[in-house]
């Protein structure tokens, strides 16, 4: 029998913390009050479960099913997500959303000068396998304005939101793209202290997912917990 690692609790400086003065919004949402610690029950406990039974086969590809090609860069990206011990762990639901090429999301809220794409939603789902593998097929989303600081720009991310067997287990977080100059002046990107917990948000180049005149591949595995969590928000 294969012995299991002990867990590690996470470094101190390797997650974000509630207020950083530099992403302007955390210094409105961070709790004024010491937090208030609310035991679960029997029924966060066993259940009800998260029904995934609504993900639709095709979910995880958003350049289908708008009537035509979205514009942009195709890009391929996978990956696990894994426990503290290098476990897979399956069935986890993910959902992704996106801007699309030119950095515009499809939301009313989203006024930034660049043009929408009628064939690209930004929104995708999908359940991890029993390896705890998961795919998608994007387009590689653009940078755009902020207005957090002056001349503010994101770099380009998608970003993760991750579902465990009940609904009271979600994490979300982002990933970023190998070399983006932007991220040297996010924010958002920097205010995880450890420089090597920080890089767990940005993708690798995979050569094995990229398809031949079609499109890149990025890998992002995803760690939930442990030394080697990838940092949530």
């Not at 996978?78 to 090429?101: F, M, T, Y």
Request: with cysteine; net charge neutral.
């Amino acid at each position: 029998m294969t012995r299991l690692a002990q867990y590690r609790r996470p470094y101190w400086d390797t997650q974000p913390e509630y207020r950083f003065d530099p992403y302007g919004s955390t210094q409105f949402r961070t709790p004024k009050q010491a937090l208030v610690l609310l035991p679960q029950t029997l029924s966060e406990v066993t259940g009800p479960g998260l029904d995934t039974s609504f993900v639709k086969r095709d979910d995880n590809d958003l350049t289908a099913g708008h009537g035509g090609e979205p514009i942009g860069e195709r890009i391929v990206v996978s990956g696990r997500v894994l426990d503290e011990n290098g476990r897979p762990v399956p069935h986890a639901l993910i959902e992704i959303w996106q801007a699309n090429a030119a950095g515009r999301y499809l939301h009313e809220r989203d006024q930034h000068n660049a043009p929408l794409d009628p064939n690209f939603s930004g929104v995708g789902r999908v359940v991890t396998d029993d390896r705890g593998h998961y795919q998608f097929k994007t387009i590689k989303p653009g940078a755009y304005p902020w207005r957090n600081h002056y001349n503010g720009w994101r770099p380009q991310h998608i970003h993760f939101s991750l579902f465990g067997r009940a609904y009271a287990t979600r994490l979300v977080t982002q990933m970023y793209f190998p070399g983006d100059p932007l991220l040297a002046f996010d924010p958002i990107f920097n205010c995880v202290p450890d420089a090597k917990a920080r890089e767990r948000l940005i993708a690798t180049f995979d050569w094995e997912t990229t398809q031949p005149e079609y499109a890149l591949g990025y890998r992002f595995d995803i760690v939930l917990r442990g030394r080697d969590a990838t940092p949530m928000e």
